[in-house]
């Protein structure tokens, strides 16, 4: 039997996440420019339809419908709304906001998985990295000026789908011994489903024209992507450890949004966001340490 080393096993959960993050990145992109057209509850209908669709005609590649079986019904109810909280949340932010201060915010939640790690999964949080999820959340402060006004209902949105997708990182952990990523990527699918569907029957439909269907279609693939990415990732390594390479898709959210939209992020966001990011990698940095 083949010994799998554990520097081994990290490098491979960081790479999945990695592609998890690009999924991520693409979809966050798809629907910056659908938001602009089409109601947030029309978008994630459609994206959540597409995306499911694509995991269903890839479900062969992942061990058939069979790895749907699950035991554990209760804690897949608890993570589809927490995807539904997650992409509700930081989609209706999107809406409102520039690309760059919704993933600034959004990115929060590594610093949110680093807390809920002690409390949720048992695993051993020093005063340091406390202290530095705290200098962390003081990023959220200078980004947010909440004296200045800039504290709004979309940042809410945005903290509250950050703290969402936290959990559905640490439940993704404590679900990876017992289920297979396939089920973990398709279940969270459902409820945005289903709520956006519930959601559309009182909002007017828009027609998309064949550049949306096409944006729309690539969206589910991105999402499917990210999933799996991201579940991939986590399932094999601790969330201290990889969450903070999510800010990798900080820079190309900065890039895209100043080239697509023209954005541009003030200095308040840009010092919000090098503390979020310093914060985020002094965790990383004594996990390892810790670890080793």
């Not at 554990?72 to 927490?82: C, E, V």
């Not at 209706?92 to 949720?120: E, I, K």
């Not at 703290?163 to 945005?192: D, Q």
């Amino acid at each position: 039997m083949v010994q799998v080393s554990h520097d081994d096993a990290v490098g491979k959960a960081v790479g999945w996440l990695l592609l998890g993050v690009a999924g991520g990145l693409g979809l966050d992109l798809c629907a910056k420019e659908l938001l602009l057209s089409y109601p947030l509850e029309q978008f994630v209908l459609l994206r959540s339809a597409a995306g499911l669709l694509l995991f269903l005609m890839l479900a062969r590649q992942f061990g058939g419908f069979r790895s749907l079986s699950t035991q554990r019904w209760r804690w897949h109810l608890l993570r589809t709304l927490l995807a539904s909280g997650a992409m509700f949340g930081f989609f209706y932010g999107l809406s409102r906001m520039p690309l760059v201060n919704a993933l600034t915010l959004g990115f929060t939640a590594p610093l949110m998985v680093t807390a809920l790690s002690m409390p949720l999964l048992g695993e051993y949080v020093g005063w340091r990295r406390w202290a530095a999820v705290v200098i962390g959340f003081g990023g959220v402060l200078v980004v947010l000026r909440p004296g200045a006004g800039f504290l709004s209902l979309a940042s809410v949105a945005v903290l509250i789908a950050a703290f969402c997708y936290a959990c559905l990182a640490i439940t993704a952990r404590h679900l990876g011994k017992t289920e297979t990523s396939f089920a973990l990527s398709v279940y969270v699918v459902v409820g945005p489903l289903l709520i956006a569907g519930l959601f559309s029957v009182n909002t007017a439909w828009v027609m998309p024209d064949p550049v949306g269907w096409l944006l729309f279609l690539a969206a589910g693939a991105c999402s499917v992507i990210a999933w799996i990415g991201i579940i991939g990732g986590y399932r094999r390594a601790s969330p201290a450890i990889l969450a903070p390479f999510e800010y990798t898709a900080l820079v190309g959210g900065a890039l895209a949004g100043y080239l697509i939209w023209d954005e541009v992020p003030d200095r308040y966001v840009a010092a919000g966001a090098l503390i979020i990011i310093a914060s985020g990698l002094y965790v990383a940095y004594r996990e390892i340490r810790w670890r080793t």
